[in-house]
């Protein structure tokens, strides 16, 4: 019987089943980390083939200078280093591609190359071997590091930074 508009039964089917609970969300990973471990990681390849060190011979007494400089990838850690990017950006890839959460393996590649870094300049037997010579004013020879090492290094760090975070859970 239906009662000014109502139906005198009282609802449907939805009183008989209660409400299920929500289900559990799957874990997506996370592209915006795995897009940021694929940039700094290709510009971790990209600072292997640019100067990580070099002598520099500078004379004050004339005012002038003269450098010879060393990729990164003219010694084994740089080539080491620059395989190193290139599984970071694989590994983002794959994850941007495939939807599997990949990007938080990065990070080891990611501190792998941070370790060459730092071994590339603490290795004695390293391509200046301590070289630094001091003739006064007139000449000065020492060993230095370039700007493509410390790009290299800021992007390992990076690299490793955004894999990390990707381990971190969303905030919908």
Known sequence: ???????????GVAEYFPPRPAARAERKPRRGYALAVVVTGALLVFCAALPWAGLEARSDLIDAGIGKSLRGVD????????????????LGLATLVTRLPLTPL????GLAAGVLLVVFVTNPDGHSKGLTVALGDFLTIEPALK?????????AVATTVFALFSLLPRRD
């Not at 508009?5 to 609802?11: N, P």
């Not at 700007?147 to 992007?155: E, R, V």
Request: overall charge neutral; charged content about 5%; aromatic content about 12%.
């Open 106 to 109: 990065a990070a080891i590649p």
């Open 1 to 11: 019987m239906v009662r000014g508009g109502e139906q005198a039964y009282g609802g």
């Open 75 to 90: 010694a084994a850690c740089g080539v080491y280093t620059l395989l190193s990017g290139v599984l970071a950006v694989m």
């Open 147 to 155: 700007y493509g090492w410390f790009a290299a290094l800021a992007a």
